[in-house]
């Protein structure tokens, strides 16, 4: 069996509070609500963007179908005001001033139609248009809220480093010149349950575990020398005696 001077061992334990609170504080640090919080902004955020980026996609297809629906309005426009100019100097074969006037109706048509199609595309210009805007407004007013949140992360996160670092140091105070022995096991049994090495012995029962020992275990116990290091038959970790209330 191990052993440590007594009072090596009731340090221990300072050690093991040191070690809790400070796996505490960094449950806190990882599992803040600020993070959640920016994590479900963000996803909105991404969404947005996506929409922005694919109305932005559609504004320049319909812009295009703009600029080909002007172009085509303007050729029958041109072709028309030409036709007019002929048809108003009166040069030409009765047959073809005849034409020419035929043609005009035909355009006239042809451009009322066109402009029709005109009209349509620039609404769905107008409607996509504001579409991206909207995503856009919506996007900015959320990364604009998630600086804002991570300032205040950054702000919480700097407190607990800070509570950290104390509890750091307080740690290795409490540390300082325990037995060797005794710290290589405390490590070992603390890695493998979560954080907790060493726990006090009051009144028969493991604090670690909370669990009351059976007589036998707990008369063997007692019986072990002061600077014996003796574990729970429960859970395995240190039992710290002499710490009863």
Request: hydrophobic content about 40%; overall charge negative; some cysteine.
């Amino acid at each position: 069996m191990p052993t440590a001077p007594a009072a090596d061992q009731k340090r221990l334990l300072a050690v093991q509070d040191a070690d809790i609170r400070a796996q505490q504080a960094r449950h806190r640090r990882d599992h803040h609500p600020l993070i959640s919080q920016i994590d479900e902004l963000m996803g909105r955020a991404l969404d947005l963007d996506d929409e922005r980026i694919a109305r932005g996609t559609e504004v320049s297809d319909i812009q295009r179908e703009v600029t080909k629906a002007e172009d085509d309005v303007q050729a029958v426009r041109s072709r028309a005001e030409r036709d007019n100019k002929r048809l108003e100097s009166g040069q030409g074969s009765a047959k073809d001033l005849q034409a020419l006037q035929s043609e005009l109706e035909v355009l006239t048509r042809r451009q009322d139609a066109l402009e029709e199609v005109e009209m349509e595309i620039m609404q769905r210009l107008e409607d996509a248009q504001k579409a991206q805007a909207d995503a856009t407004s919506q996007y900015d007013a959320i990364m604009k809220q998630v600086e804002e949140l991570r300032a205040l992360q950054r702000a919480a996160f700097s407190e607990i480093e800070a509570e950290l670092v104390t509890i750091e140091a307080e740690r290795d105070k409490a540390a300082e010149g325990l037995d060797e022995t005794m710290m290589a096991l405390y490590e070992k049994i603390s890695a493998q349950y979560g954080g907790i090495g060493a726990a006090a012995f009051i009144r028969g029962a493991c604090q670690g575990c909370n669990m009351n020992l059976n007589a036998g275990d707990v008369a063997r116990i007692n019986a072990a020398e002061s600077n014996a290091i003796v574990r729970c038959e429960e859970c395995g970790r240190i039992l710290v005696r002499g710490t009863d209330a």
